[in-house]
């Protein structure tokens, strides 16, 4: 069941969008060459908690850790640890809060120090993918169209759209209804309508799309060992548009 929200509702989503973001930024900046997983992790879980919010992915369906930290070939939902980051990765940072009763979800990938062009260009294109997802999220639009949107223009770049993993809703709960797929046709899936709050969210391959459980037992790996990358924010589709949240 699609959860329309009230605008006070919305507003309190906004407020703890931007401080997530802010959160984001800030872990952001600690992303270097010799610094451990689990350091980041530490980092964000204290600027949660003192911002008077709780992690939201902490404890959910066993996820031990506040975010998920995943590198190179590995796309979403990895365990931070004691791996240490080295010039030439490419690391996603995925942070979820609940604040004031509702929660928010983000991620970014950034490099680490200097890069490949590949990588490079494939961070470039997967963040344009979600500016060009967000456009799409408007009233009487569907979700395969910003399904097919992003799909259209990641593989005339070269690049292929993880099929096993998607968006969502979000709300009171972290993950609601609707699915956010990241391919599909046009004026497929559910109609979006004004009060809808969705995370639309990217997650891009430079070489084959089919994923495989990484060792850590929540992370997800591309098969081929191909890299990977990921963009997320929450959006509000509001009547003049979307609006992003988590900013």
Do not use: W
Request: aromatic fraction near 6%; proline fraction near 3%.
């Amino acid at each position: 069941m699609i959860i329309i929200k009230k605008i006070e509702e919305i507003k309190k989503i906004a407020e703890g969008g931007k401080i997530l973001a802010k959160i984001i930024k800030e872990v952001g900046k600690s992303v270097r060459s010799g610094i451990k997983t689990k350091d980041l992790d530490r980092l964000a879980e204290g600027l949660i908690l003192n911002s008077g919010g709780k992690p939201s992915f902490k404890g959910y369906s066993g996820y031990p850790s506040t975010i998920c930290v995943s590198v190179n070939d590995v796309i979403v939902h990895a365990i931070p640890s004691e791996d240490i980051l080295k010039e030439g990765d490419i690391v996603s940072l995925d942070i979820g809060m609940l604040y004031k009763g509702f929660h928010t979800d983000m991620a970014i990938t950034l490099p680490v120090d200097r890069v490949s062009p590949e990588a490079q260009r494939l961070i470039r294109v997967t963040k344009k993918a979600l500016k060009r997802g967000i456009k799409k999220a408007r009233p009487g639009n569907t979700t395969g169209d910003i399904g097919n949107t992003v799909q259209r223009y990641v593989e005339s770049q070269g690049f292929n759209v993880v099929r096993e993993l998607c968006g969502h809703g979000i709300g009171k709960d972290l993950h609601e209804d609707p699915k956010i797929l990241n391919y599909g046709k046009r004026r497929a899936g559910e109609e979006l309508k004004e009060g809808m709050v969705i995370c639309i969210e990217p997650m891009v391959t430079a070489g084959d799309y089919k994923l495989e459980k990484y060792k850590d037992g929540f992370g997800y790996k591309t098969i081929d060992g191909s890299l990977c990358c990921h963009f997320e924010h929450t959006i509000a589709v509001t009547r003049e548009g979307s609006m992003i949240l988590t900013q």
